[in-house]
């Protein structure tokens, strides 16, 4: 158990995050940061009076707080509207921005323009975070993944080990329930291991893929397996799809907090995340989705596994679509 975990954002995923925190018992401890509702200056001034004193934060923290006795968890749930409740926190896990949400008209917001609003976003992130516990390991879920991690390294600049993201457990976890669906087994008995950006060009490893130790080519016909991949890249896009009003929210709440359990329990598992790479795969000075030892100092050690040609070269391809991104967004940056 730490003695406290700060969470930024309390939207969908930051909810998830508190309940299952408290639920588990990961820390004495829960700081739960949001500035939701913002007052809008061109509302009337009563309006603004009544926003000024809602908060997402403090309300979601109250609410999850009052049913403590009902589980029997002695802990403490405390939110703000500033960043002051992640003060002394070991562990912040990030979620603040904005999700890829549908509008009314079925379209989405450009990559450019959810960039362009979840830096601005990560520059208050970071200063936050600095100001309240700038030794805290700090785990991002905000997406664009990997451009949001890259800035919150170029802006806090931590030892390699304390910031990494998390995708790859999410994307691996979506393959191994294509997998295991198609092969009409148990989720459990599926192992398999999604690598490079968290994006369209994420590279499924099927040399990777395996049911009960045994390679999946022997449950699955390689047209099959090639449907699931793909479906796998655009599986965040199909439930955004789907629900309309936001994106998936419990199964990357639970895919962060198996990288939390991770740290907080030292158990030095080998876990799908995205860590900077110094030479790994042969890239360097990027953040890309790679198995890694996660313990009590975070990324331990970055695992390179023995990849087929085809997957290189899909590897390759996705890391120059990760590295494109960091180049906007370290060019954004220098504006914000
Ligand atoms: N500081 C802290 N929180 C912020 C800030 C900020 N500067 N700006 C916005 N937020 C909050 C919003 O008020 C909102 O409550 O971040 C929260 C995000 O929550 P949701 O919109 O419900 O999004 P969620 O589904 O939780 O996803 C969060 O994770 O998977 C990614 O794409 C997803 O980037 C998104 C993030």
């Known amino acids: 158990m730490l003695k ?3 969470l930024i954002g309390g939207g969908y995923i930051g909810g998830v995050l ?5 639920q588990r018992g990961l820390a004495r401890e829960i700081g739960l940061v949001d500035p939701a509702p913002m007052v809008n200056p061109n509302d009337p001034p009563e309006r603004q009076e009544v926003v000024k004193k809602q908060s997402v934060s403090i309300g979601k923290a109250l609410g999850i707080a009052e049913g403590l ?3 029997g968890r002695d802990i403490k749930i405390v939110g703000s509207k500033d960043y002051s409740s992640l003060k002394g926190a070991e562990l912040v896990i990030n979620t603040a921005g904005v999700p890829r949400k549908a509008r009314p008209d079925g379209t989405f917001p450009s990559r450019e323009e959810l960039l362009t609003i979840n830096l601005k976003v990560t520059s208050q992130v970071a200063e936050g975070i600095k100001a309240n516990c700038p030794d805290a390991i700090v785990i991002n879920i905000a997406n664009p993944l990997d451009a949001i991690v890259f800035a919150l390294y170029k ?3 931590p030892p390699k080990n304390k910031l990494f993201g998390m995708a790859g457990v999410l994307d691996s976890g979506r393959y191994c329930y294509f997998v295991a669906e198609a092969a009409g087994v148990s989720v459990e008995n599926v192992n398999a291991l999604v690598l490079g950006g968290h994006g369209d060009d994420m590279v499924p490893v099927r040399s990777s893929c ?3 130790g045994i390679p999946v080519e022997k449950f699955l016909p390689a047209e099959t397996l090639a449907k699931i991949e793909a479906r796998t890249r655009k599986a965040g896009g199909e439930v955004v799809g789907l629900l309309g009003f936001g994106s998936a929210f419990v199964s990357p709440a639970w895919a962060a907090l198996e990288m939390a359990e991770a740290i907080i329990f030292d ?3 080998i876990i799908p995340v995205c860590a900077l790479l110094e030479g790994e795969y042969g890239f360097k000075g990027l953040f890309v989705g790679v198995p890694a030892i996660v313990g009590r100092n975070g990324v331990e ?6 990849l087929t040609a085809d997957e290189k070269a899909a590897l390759a391809k996705s890391v120059a679509g990760v590295k494109k991104t960091c180049d906007e967004a370290e060019a954004m940056l220098a504006k914000i």
Not at 18 to 22: D, G, H, V
Not at 301 to 306: L, N, S, T
């Open 267 to 269: 158990k030095k598992k």
């Open 210 to 212: 395996q049911i009960a």
């Open 155 to 157: 802006k806090l600049l």
């Open 4 to 6: 406290k975990i700060g």
């Open 18 to 22: 508190t309940q299952e925190i408290a």
């Open 301 to 306: 050690k970055v695992i390179e596994v023995d």
């Open 69 to 71: 006795p009902t589980i």
